[in-house]
């Protein structure tokens, strides 16, 4: 089946430091979704994208759809202390039929320190 | 707007037995999903309802299901309980629009023991 290949496994990064992440699978995708989830909860969206080569920014965050459709990289510039947190990448085929079925990467677990 | 809401929280039960999980999703949300979370396997499709018919099934055995009712909500059930089903299973709910594919909402999650 699909599978997400996400790195690193784990950061360890100072206050203030850029981070990058980056997702690669075998298929293809239609769609591109970068998540986050804190300790007890459930995961939430960070960046959606939906076009190849998109490059889409949400305040700190930027995620970038790969050209092949293959991939896909998440940066956090200026790392603070709330940014602490697993970060998944997941694909989507992006058709209408299955709106709720993503394939997850293993995820990021990010530390900060501050 | 009210997130989406997942009952019980945690719950413990022992090897044979049988589980009930619920979801209610967004208000005007009609596509509820369900994840199992494990550390070993991470985040795994399970199914997605829509207009309270499954359409889409991901790689478990027969003994997870799910439903949906007319209001949306729903439910999943495992039976014949196994330790490898210890978990934590998400609900998320989702917009059916095409433009939003993908964008889902998720619960906090009901963690589930299985001793």
């Known amino acids: 089946g699909q599978q997400l290949n996400q790195s690193p496994q784990s950061m360890f990064i100072q206050e203030g430091e850029d981070v990058s992440m980056n997702c690669t699978s075998s298929?293809?995708?239609?769609?591109w979704l970068w998540y986050k989830q804190d300790p007890g909860e459930g995961p939430v969206l960070l960046i959606a994208?939906?076009?190849?080569?998109e490059l889409t920014s949400n305040g700190r965050l930027t995620a970038q759809f790969g050209i092949t459709r293959k991939d896909s990289f998440l940066n956090i510039s200026a790392s603070i202390p709330s940014d602490v947190g697993i970060y998944f990448c997941?694909?989507?085929?992006?058709?209408?039929?299955?709106?709720?079925?993503?394939?997850f990467g293993q995820g990021t677990t990010l530390q900060v320190k501050p | 707007k009210a997130g989406v809401t997942q009952t019980p929280r945690y719950l413990i039960k022992t090897r044979g037995q049988q589980v009930t999980l619920s979801c209610s999703p967004i208000?005007?949300?009609?596509?509820v999903s369900w994840y199992q979370q494990t550390p070993g396997q991470g985040l795994q499709f399970l199914f997605e309802?829509?207009?309270?018919?499954?359409?889409n099934k991901g790689n478990f055995p027969g003994r997870f299901s799910g439903r949906q009712f007319s209001n949306s909500r729903s439910e999943m059930n495992v039976s014949t309980l196994e330790l490898g089903d210890s978990a934590l299973y998400l609900c998320?709910?989702?917009?059916?629009?095409?433009?939003?594919?993908?964008?889902?909402?998720f619960g906090e999650g009901s963690r589930l023991t299985v001793l």
């Open positions: 998320a709910s989702s917009s059916t629009f095409i433009a939003n594919t993908g964008e889902l909402f």
């Open positions: 298929s293809i995708f239609n769609t």
């Open positions: 994208l939906y076009k190849a080569g």
């Open positions: 997941a694909g989507s085929s992006g058709r209408s039929s299955n709106t709720g079925k993503l394939i």
């Open positions: 208000s005007g949300h009609r596509s």
């Open positions: 309802y829509f207009s309270e018919t499954q359409r």
